[in-house]
């Protein structure tokens, strides 16, 4: 047996690195805007990270983890300790069954005052806000985040922006198909010439979060646990892994360190169990992960390579209930237009976290390819209307065709496009405090087109996003 040790160390569960920057902290100064104003903090809220930055940057400066916080210990010194609390998401899909609306502000509260006093170093009263925002957030988040800003931070005006309209800006384009895969769902939205489709909006709830569960459910049943030992790893002792080891975010670290999208589709066999079938269709080799326990000794799990290979095969297999990822794009297709559907199946654009799996966008065009090309029998029945479609299936910014490659990350996408907006000052219809208790303003029914109709064109986005690279450069 094949086996392969992670060298680097795992990611640390401190205070402050969990924080991802991506700027030095001397490099504070912030430049002249050319409208003779402050440049707007961007933020994108979402159920494990927030994105915050300013307009006109090319990358948001961090990226905060939900579920840290300031402690209120103090050292000798008299200087704060920074704690994490367990990794938890900020809000679920069903937040209003669940409640505890208290608590999540009350977390809300912290991290946006964290992220003004700490991270970004600035008065909230003189710079307006953007907000990238998913066509499904909870409403009632939604009024949170404007109810702190305004009676807790007292910005002047906040713009809720839509999140896949904004990366789709970042490409220079104006149609396409984007997928976002993030943690909680996955949501595919037609946008065209700058208007999203949202009665045609797709969604599955196969995402980061299905990934992580089935990623601990094939640990516990496969994986072993190797105790601290002076021994060879291959010869050292070996166990089941403890039901208290696998944390969440353990979970997470190897979910992001160790795991991939096979290119291989599998054949499963008539009577063959579908972890048989992960092993015979696997190539990947297994893997010992060092971890740190509880009393400060060290440790390994072992990893089996099928697993690390084949975990991801829970965002490929769907049913009616829960549509796979690349039925939930067909399904977005069948509800547009039939002209609409050729430029949209041409661009297509992946967005969010999960979709930065090694190998994700290659499976996923094969997925594609096989249902099109090679449907079932219900496919067929199904999808008949797109079946002549395939050979127009394109990823934008695919990062295996010549050229440039991939110049933004998925996971940011969103925020850079909020960036860009921002800069161009036209990041849409902007709610000040007097405006707010009416209510707030979405731009899903009909806000956000008038705007895009009088300020945007193809030219203009293009131009734009070409000074945003050289930035970036």
């Not at 769902?185 to 299905?210: D, N």
């Not at 490929?316 to 829960?322: A, I, K, L, N």
Request: charged share 20%; aromatic share 8%; glycine share 6%.
């Amino acid at each position: 047996m094949t086996t392969t040790s992670v060298s680097a160390e795992p990611l640390s569960s401190s205070y402050l690195s969990s924080y991802s920057s991506s700027s030095s902290f001397q490099n504070f100064n912030r430049r002249p805007s050319i409208y003779g104003t402050e440049d707007r903090v961007i933020l994108d809220i979402g159920s494990l990270y927030i994105k915050c930055g300013f307009s006109g940057e090319s990358s948001p400066r961090h990226l905060v983890p939900t579920w840290s916080c300031l402690g209120k210990s103090r050292d000798a010194d008299g200087e704060i300790i920074r704690v994490d609390e367990e990794l938890t998401e900020l809000y679920d899909l069903d937040i209003m069954a669940k409640g505890h609306l208290d608590q999540i502000e009350e977390r809300l509260k912290r991290l946006l005052h964290d992220i003004y006093f700490r991270l970004l170093l600035t008065d909230p009263k003189t710079r307006k806000v953007i907000l990238c925002e998913s066509p499904l957030s909870p409403i009632v988040i939604k009024q949170m985040i404007a109810r702190l800003l305004f009676d807790y931070f007292q910005v002047p005006s906040i713009s809720f922006v839509p999140t896949h309209l904004m990366a789709l800006f970042t490409t220079g384009l104006t149609t396409g198909l984007i997928i976002d895969c993030g943690h909680l769902e996955t949501s595919v939205l037609p946008i065209y010439v700058s208007r999203p489709l949202i009665p045609y909006i797709s969604t599955t709830p196969l995402s980061g979060k299905s990934l992580t569960g089935r990623l601990q459910s094939l640990l516990y049943e496969h994986g072993r646990f190797i105790p601290p030992s002076n021994l060879h790893l291959s010869l050292a002792p070996q166990s089941t892994i403890p039901k208290t080891l696998l944390t969440t975010e353990l979970l997470e670290d190897i979910k992001t360190r160790v795991l991939f999208c096979s290119p291989l589709m599998i054949n499963q066999e008539k009577g063959q169990s579908t972890v048989d079938a992960y092993k015979t269709f696997s190539t990947a080799t297994d893997l010992y992960y060092p971890i740190s326990l509880p009393d400060g000794t060290r440790a390994n799990l072992l990893i089996p390579g099928w697993i690390r290979e084949r975990a991801a095969e829970i965002l490929f297999e769907g049913d009616e209930d829960e549509p796979s990822i690349p039925q939930s794009i067909l399904n977005s297709l069948l509800r547009v237009q039939p002209d609409l559907r050729k430029p949209l199946i041409s661009s297509l654009l992946l967005i969010g976290g999960t979709s930065l799996l090694p190998g994700f966008q290659s499976r996923l065009k094969h997925e594609l390819l096989r249902i099109m090309r090679d449907p079932e029998d219900y496919e067929k029945r199904k999808y008949q209307p797109l079946l002549r479609l395939h050979k127009f299936i394109r990823f934008i910014d695919n990062p295996e065709e010549k050229g440039a490659g991939r110049v933004f990350m998925n996971n940011v996408r969103g925020w850079i496009g909020g960036s860009l907006v921002g800069s161009m000052k036209i990041s849409g219809e902007e709610i000040t405090k007097d405006k707010f208790p009416s209510g707030i303003t979405d731009w899903s029914i009909g806000n956000w087109s008038p705007i895009m109709e009088k300020d945007t064109n193809h030219s203009t986005i293009s131009t734009a996003n070409h000074h945003i690279m050289q930035n970036h450069k």
